[in-house]
């Protein structure tokens, strides 16, 4: 069974661009979960999303936004980039009533 | 909000030493879960506790729920140096369907 898929695995970007990155669950899975690692605050909740469906946000604001797709796929946008939103996002699945997730590789944002 | 602590924040030890690292909640929690991270890599999930006083081992590493459901320990018994990496523990949000992290213990190993 493959495991989650986040593409691409690095992107840089300058301030005030936007930028899309995109998380394929396990199969099989319905939620999807975002999340921002930084040094400095660790994990950080984004958004989890249940048949294409936002169940909850985290504190972010609201340049971040995400989807989901019928295919359980999952995109999030961050528009107006700043240099602070340079990070490792993860992606998370998880399925079948279990609660643990299963991560991404993680999409390096580097913001210049 | 509901806030998840863990200390140390770091911890550097002998190969062949134990290793603690401990998890606090600030509300109780239906369930409590530990996830690993190497180096470059990411969280990998490791073990859920779901019942008050709960103690679990996978080989050397122990892992107790607190009878309050609070709070959560790991320890790792005699380390070696593929135990290097950040260990989380998160606890998912009541009444939520999201999972929250501690800050994480970072395990650096001498050999």
């Known amino acids: 069974k493959a495991g989650v898929t986040q593409t691409p695995r690095y992107l840089i970007k300058t301030r005030g661009q936007q930028v899309t990155l995109s998380c394929s669950p396990i199969?099989?899975?319905?939620?999807v979960s975002w999340y921002q690692q930084t040094p400095g605050q660790g994990l950080q909740f984004l958004f989890e999303y249940f048949s294409e469906t936002q169940r909850n946000k985290g504190n972010f604001p609201g340049r971040f936004s995400g989807r989901q797709f019928s295919n359980s796929r999952s995109e999030m946008n961050v528009s107006t980039l700043e240099l602070g939103d340079s990070a490792l996002y993860l992606c998370?699945?998880?399925?079948?009533?279990?609660?643990?997730?299963?991560f991404g590789s993680g999409t390096q944002l580097s913001v210049l | 909000g509901q806030q998840v602590m863990q200390i140390p924040q770091y911890q550097h030890v002998q190969e062949g030493e134990d290793f603690t690292t401990y998890c606090n909640s600030s509300t109780t929690l239906s369930n409590i879960q530990w996830y690993k991270q190497r180096p470059g890599g990411h969280p990998v999930f490791l073990i859920q506790l779901v019942k008050s006083g709960e103690v679990k081992k996978q080989k050397r590493l122990t892992f107790q729920f607190g009878e309050a459901k609070k709070n959560s320990s790991l320890h790792i018994t005699a380390t070696q140096t593929t135990d290097v990496g950040t260990y989380f523990c998160?606890?998912?949000?009541?009444?939520?369907?999201?999972?929250?992290f501690g800050q994480g213990t970072r395990l650096t190993i001498n050999p």
């Open positions: 998370a699945s998880s399925g079948g009533g279990d609660e643990k997730l299963f």
């Open positions: 199969s099989g899975h319905r939620s």
């Open positions: 998160a606890g998912p949000v009541q009444g939520a369907q999201k999972l929250v």
